[in-house]
T-cell receptor
Framework: AQKVTQAQTEISVVEKEDVTLDCVYE???????LFWYKQPPSGELVFLIR??????QNEISGRYSWNFQKSTSSFNFTITASQVVDSAVYFC????????????FGQGTRLTINP | DTGVSQDPRHKITKRGQNVTFRCDPI?????LYWYRQTLGQGPEFLTY????????KSRLLSDRFSAERPKGSFSTLEIQRTEQGDSAMYLC??????????FGPGTRLLVL
């Protein structure tokens, strides 16, 4: 069975600080996808990134970066120079590459950026 | 291109009543997914369609729940004889096969 664990329930930082959100996953599949979604107070899940399990290159997009380490089954998300608009609940998710590709989500990390 | 839309955005009902939610996917997407999210938890998969065929249902989907996607376009999720435990956010997502799922704004259900 697949499982995603986000051990940090809530994180609160001051604006401009860097913050890392942790994600650890379990799967018996040899190939899979990993995702991060953002859920602002409005409730809609906003897609941030998808990674294939066979591509372990880290990725950077503006202030966002992702560190994928297959050896530790982790897919961590770092926000550099955080801003108040980054405040949201962030979800890490996992899916199979074939078949239904249904998403298995972690419990989410509530990130609060204080001015 | 418009995103995924859901209607209604909020629904308050009394226990025992039936409710129906609608999801309109991104037009070129042939897959449509339903998830349920309770307070403080991540979304959980309920069911999905590829075109008009319902290909998988979670064991979370009791026999009081039914979903349809006639003609492979919009989908409806009906809950019969609602219970207080059905109170949750119901999220719809769509995708093309093998591609990323994009979510709608969700329908918040409160059963009194």
């Amino acid at each position: 069975a697949q499982k995603v664990t986000q051990a940090q329930t809530e994180i609160s930082v001051v604006e401009k600080e860097d913050v890392t959100l942790d994600c650890v996953y379990e799967t018996r599949d040899t190939t899979y996808y990993l995702f991060w979604y953002k859920q602002p107070p409005s409730g809609e899940l906003v897609f941030l990134i998808r990674r294939n399990s066979f591509d372990e290159q880290n990725e950077i997009s503006g202030r966002y970066s992702w560190n994928f380490q297959k050896s530790t089954s982790s897919f961590n998300f770092t926000i550099t120079a955080s801003q108040v608009v980054d405040s949201a609940v962030y979800f890490c998710a996992l899916s199979e590459i074939w078949g239904a590709q249904k998403l298995v989500f972690g419990q989410g990390t509530r990130l609060t950026i204080n001015p | 291109d418009t995103g995924v839309s859901q209607d209604p955005r909020h629904k308050i009902t009394k226990r025992g009543q039936n409710v129906t939610f609608r999801c309109d996917p991104i037009s070129e997407h042939n897959r449509l997914y339903w998830y349920r999210q309770t307070l403080g938890q991540g979304p959980e998969f309920l069911t999905y369609f590829q075109n008009e065929a319902q290909l998988e249902k979670s064991r979370l989907l009791s026999d009081r729940f039914s979903a349809e996607r006639p003609k492979g376009s919009f989908s409806t999720l009906e809950i019969q004889r609602t219970e207080q435990g059905d109170s949750a956010m119901y999220l719809c997502a769509s995708s093309s096969v093998g591609q990323t799922q994009y979510f709608g704004p969700g329908t918040r259900l409160l059963v009194l």
